[in-house]
Structure formats: C-alpha cells, structure tokens
C-alpha cells in the first residue's frame, strides 16, 4: 500500500533582479513550521538575501540565478534565531552548473585587539576558552557576536570585552581597524566565506595600565558561567602574539593594525 509524503513547507519569494524567476524557499524534513517561519522572517536570511542583490552581489550581472533555498537547520538563542543553515541552488546560465551554495548564516561580529602598555613592555589580552567545532581549547581575541539587527558594533566590542576579560572600556576609546579597508571591501573581513556568511569588524584599544594591573589579568577566570562561557585570561608579549595564537582574528588584527602604522594611519 502505497502513501503520499508529506507536502513540503514552501514560501515563494520574488526578487527584483529576476521577477521572471520566482524562488522557492522549501523546508527540509525536520523543520517545524515554527522554525521555518522564523528562519525566512530573520535578519541573518533577509541579510543575504540583500547581499546577492547588491552591486557585486552573486545575482548583480545576471549570469547567476537563485532557483531554490532549502532550510535544512535553525538553531534558536531563546526566542532569538542564532544559526541558520541553507542550502541554495544557484545556477551559472552559461554553463547550466550548480554554484556551491551551503550556507552556515551566524551574522556579524566584532572582536578586539587590547594592547596594555607596562613600563615599556605591550601586552595583548587574549582568551581561553573550548572551542567545540574544532575540538580544542583556542586562545583568542575577546570576540563576540552582536545580539540584535541594531548594527552596533562598538558597542558589542566594548560588552564583550567587559563580560570576557572584565575590562571596562569606552567606546570612544576604539579604533576600528577594518574601517581602514577599501570602501569596496564594506569595511569588514570574512573568515570564511566559502562557508559562512559571518562578517567581522575589528577593533583596537591601547591604554596604559600598572604591572600590578597585568598579573591581575593574568589567569582571572570571567565568562557568563550562567550560559556555558568558562573563559581564562591570557596576557602575553605583543611582539610574540603573532606566534603564540592560531586565531585568525588576532593574526588579522595584528596585520591591519601593523600596516595602520606604516601608512601613518595610526601612531
């Protein structure tokens, strides 16, 4: 006896760069209705929606075109949407090819590079903390990602700052080193955009701070414990943070703010 399968939960969107093409946005088996409708309503999905519609977004010449959007995961922050996951079918009208499309959608995100001067030593601030997607602990800039679709990113810099480290700062105080990138960049780095659509600002704080100061930082345990951030303290030679991390963060901040200074954008 043969049964008729469930019918997918659909949403058909039109967008301006091809009215011709309607696109199908399609759940995955597993993905409630709840979900769905909170994944197609959200910033991080109505962002890239923008982004490929853009002047050098992926649909902008017409050589590429968005047949299909599959949800395949949504990872909700309480009532917040935090992780979105998608397949897209995006065909080259030339070639009649699939363009690879998985998207792992987290948004934006800041982190900050804090370097303490101590009678004539600079230190940089990083933090240790378990990275489970790469199955280790990882010292890093203190980063995080921003909560709302306000956009502000300084201050983001300056909370996360505060609740990882417990250094309070201004946020007139911070240098935004990825303000420094060509306009045509947007301003912001991406770690990794064969996967992800996270988009990065940098910061930069320098201050002056006692030697008493450093070894109080050094190994102090912060975190919000209450949602699973255990984090240490690390503060370590500026000139051998190049070499005592693997984070791509702090190895960019490092090369933004190093160049900063040669073209005497910085002191």
């Excluded at 934006?108 to 009678?119: F, G, H, K, N, T």
């Amino acid at each position: 006896m043969s049964t008729t399968p469930p019918s997918r939960i659909t949403h058909i969107i039109n967008l301006p760069t091809q009215l011709d093409q309607p696109v199908s946005v399609v759940a995955a088996p597993g993905v409630s209705d709840t979900h769905f409708r909170n994944a197609i309503e959200s910033s991080l999905f109505k962002q890239w929606l923008k982004n490929i519609q853009t002047e050098t977004g992926l649909l902008a010449n017409g050589a590429i075109s968005l047949k299909q959007v599959l949800i395949q995961g949504v990872d909700m922050f309480g009532e917040r949407l935090g992780f979105l996951k998608f397949k897209a079918d995006n065909i080259d009208k030339e070639t009649g090819q699939k363009v690879p499309g998985i998207v792992f959608a987290r948004g934006p995100a800041v982190a900050v590079l804090i370097l303490l001067d101590s009678e004539g030593e600079t230190y940089a601030v990083l933090t240790e903390q378990v990275r489970v997607p790469v199955g280790r602990l990882i010292l890093e800039l203190p980063a995080g990602m921003l909560d709302d679709d306000q956009g502000d990113f300084t201050g983001t810099a300056v909370r996360e700052v505060e609740e990882e480290t417990g250094i309070h700062l201004n946020a007139h105080d911070m240098v935004d080193l990825t303000a420094f990138l060509d306009a045509s960049t947007g301003g912001r780095v991406f770690p990794s955009p064969g996967g992800c659509d996270e988009e990065m600002s940098l910061f930069l704080y320098r201050g002056n701070v006692s030697k008493e100061k450093i070894q109080q930082l050094q190994g102090k345990e912060t975190g919000l414990r209450d949602h699973g951030e255990l984090i240490k303290v690390h503060v370590v030679p500026y000139d051998k943070l190049w070499r005592a991390t693997a984070d791509a963060k702090a190895l960019t901040a490092i090369a933004l703010y190093e160049m900063a200074k040669r073209d005497g954008l910085l002191p």
